[in-house]
Each structure stands twice: as structure tokens, then as C-alpha cells.
């Protein structure tokens, strides 16, 4: 069965500095990526997806197979860089795609 | 730029009466998820459809909770009779769902408090 992790609840980190939110997951097919965010009180946005090798708001993902992990990563935090983010691995089933969810790590960019 | 509509944005009621929630997909999306989402549990998978057929409801409690799409144009989350542990907020989101790269669009959510 598939899994994802996000080890930290929590991430604090100072305005300037560097953010990196974890996720590795546990699926024994090919495995399709992505990153959402949540900011506060709102619905969930698509951040990013592996499979676009793009770059949003400043942040990028690179999957690692070996390792099993999609790190978001950003240079330089911003205080509206606070949210919820949540990694999600997408699966197919046969009849239809979903998405299983990690527990999510809130980040807080402090001044 | 399409969006996943969702009434009411709140609701609060008492416990034991019944609780309908709407929601349109994206027009063109054929896959819609009911998610539930708590402190205490994060996000949680209730049920999903494909063309309006129910795929997953594994999710859900089935003795009062319950999901149907009457087209293709409106899915709803009923519970009855609710319970104060039913006070969460409750999101639907639309996918194309063809392939598991597929993104999943999400709504603003429905706010539901049970007293």
C-alpha cells in the first residue's frame, strides 16, 4: 500500500533563511508527486508536480527515487511563505487517479 | 480561470440534524474526492467517483454518512443525523483522473460545526 511521510509537523525558520519541507513515500510502482499548500482558512492549491520540473514562488522538488524522497526546497524564506503544506503521492487504480496525502508541515517564517 | 464551488461555506446546527453538502466540479472533470479535514486527523479520504459512479466510500461511516452525484454537475455529502464529532471542515475536489500524474483542484471548503 502507498504512504507518505512528513516528518515535521511544525518548521520554524527566520525570514532570508533557507526551507526545506520533507516528504518520502513508500510505493512499489512509478511514482507521481506533488505539492500543495494550504494558506490559512483557504482550500488547498497545487504548488507543484514532479512530473513539471517547474519552480512556483520560488520553490522546487526534485523527486529522488533512490531515496524515495520530494524535499521542497526555497532559497530564501518569505513571510508569506507561512502555510500549510502538504505532500501528495498519485496513484492509479485501474478505473480512476488519487492522491494519497501526508500529514502535512506547517511552516512559520518569522521576522 | 475554473474553480470547485462548494455550498454552504458554513454551517452550524445541532447535533442529530441532517447536513447536506454541494459541491460543483470543474466543468470537463470527470473524477470528484470528499475529503475531510480535522486538527486531529489532518486530511482524510471519505469517498470519490468516476462519471458519477462511486469508486471508494471505504472512507466513510456508513451508518449516517452518505455521497451521491445526481449529475454530473453537482455531487453531495449527507450526514444524518449529525454528531459533534462530525464538526470538521469538509473539502471536494475535481481531477481529470485519467492518469495518477493528474492534479486534484479543491474547493474552498464547507465549515460545519455540530453543537
Known amino acids: 500500500a502507498q504512504r507518505v511521510t512528513q516528518p515535521e509537523k511544525l518548521l520554524s525558520v527566520f525570514k532570508g533563511a533557507p526551507v526545506e519541507l520533507k516528504c518520502n513515500y513508500s510505493?512499489?510502482?512509478?511514482?507521481?508527486l506533488f505539492w500543495y499548500v494550504q494558506y490559512s482558512r483557504q482550500r488547498l492549491q497545487l504548488l507543484l508536480r514532479?512530473?513539471s520540473r517547474e519552480s512556483i514562488k520560488g520553490f522546487t522538488a526534485d523527486l529522488n527515487k533512490g531515496e524515495t524522497s520530494f524535499h521542497l526546497k526555497k532559497p530564501f524564506a518569505q513571510e508569506e511563505d507561512s502555510a500549510m503544506y502538504y505532500c501528495?503521492?498519485?496513484?492509479?487504480?485501474?478505473?480512476?487517479?488519487?492522491?494519497?496525502f501526508g500529514t502535512g508541515t506547517r511552516l512559520q517564517v518569522t521576522l | 480561470d475554473a474553480r470547485v464551488t462548494q455550498t454552504p461555506r458554513h454551517k452550524v446546527t445541532e447535533m442529530g440534524q441532517e447536513v447536506t453538502m454541494r459541491c460543483q466540479p470543474i466543468?470537463?472533470?470527470?473524477?470528484v474526492f470528499w475529503y475531510r479535514q480535522t486538527m486531529m486527523q489532518g486530511l482524510e479520504l471519505l469517498a470519490y467517483?468516476?462519471?458519477?459512479?462511486?469508486?471508494?466510500d471505504s472512507g466513510m461511516p456508513k451508518d449516517r454518512f452518505s455521497a451521491e452525484m445526481p449529475d454530473a454537475t453537482l455531487a453531495t455529502l449527507k450526514i444524518q443525523p449529525s454528531e459533534p464529532r462530525d464538526s470538521a471542515v469538509y473539502f471536494c475536489?475535481?481531477?481529470?483522473?485519467?492518469?495518477?500524474?493528474?492534479?486534484?483542484?479543491f474547493g474552498d471548503g464547507t465549515r460545519l460545526s455540530i453543537l
Open positions: 501528495a503521492l498519485g496513484t492509479y487504480t485501474g478505473t480512476a487517479s488519487k492522491l494519497t
Open positions: 466543468l470537463g472533470h470527470n473524477t
Open positions: 467517483f468516476r462519471n458519477r459512479a462511486p469508486l471508494d
Open positions: 514532479h512530473i
Open positions: 475536489a475535481s481531477g481529470l483522473g485519467g492518469h495518477s500524474n493528474q492534479p486534484q483542484h
Open positions: 510505493y512499489s510502482g512509478s511514482p507521481e
